[in-house]
């Protein structure tokens, strides 16, 4: 279904938006909240990463990946940008694979977990995954314009 293709396609452009945006920013910058509250953009690309690597690598693509929810949002070591940006990019990478190797039939093989009823099928899981991927991008282009806005009262 080459229709569907474009999911994995989607989620590349994604990857290469994500890139634009941390481009500007230092390490450093990745592990700062710029408010007292929400995750920084490198607690968001660990989430991202091992949500990926979770429900369609583990549970489709079977690379044997085993969670670890918590430390993606309580990281205290301030892992490299070029680190946190190779783990995505595999992550990104194996997505894109696993979809293109789907055959008609497997877009619609039951998918369940137990702690996810609402997951009945793949082409569920890889929707679900698109958006979730979507959403926390969002959620960097915010936190990445705010990392890089000039200080006020800062001359230019």
């Known amino acids: ?19 634009e945006l941390l481009a500007p920013l230092s390490t450093a910058q990745l592990w700062t909240r710029p408010y007292p509250y929400g995750n920084t953009v490198g607690h968001l690309l660990l ?32 892992i490299p940008k070029d680190q946190l940006l190779a783990d995505f990019d595999r992550a ?16 619609f093989a039951p998918y369940a977990l137990p702690n ?20 926390h991008t969002g959620q960097i282009i915010y936190l990445a314009k705010e990392l890089t806005k000039p200080a006020r009262g800062a001359v230019s």
């Open 116 to 135: 996810e009823p609402r997951l009945l099928s793949r082409f569920a899981v890889f929707q679900r995954m698109t958006a979730h991927l979507f959403h």
């Open 47 to 78: 989430h991202l990463t091992g949500n990926l690597n979770h429900y369609i690598g583990a549970h489709i693509a079977g690379t044997g990946y085993v969670r670890n929810r918590p430390r993606e949002f309580n990281e205290t070591a301030q």
């Open 1 to 19: 279904m080459p229709e569907l293709a474009a999911i994995a396609a989607y989620c590349e452009e994604v990857r290469d938006r994500i890139h």
């Open 92 to 107: 990104i990478a194996m997505t894109g694979s696993t979809i293109r190797a789907q055959a008609p039939a497997d877009w």
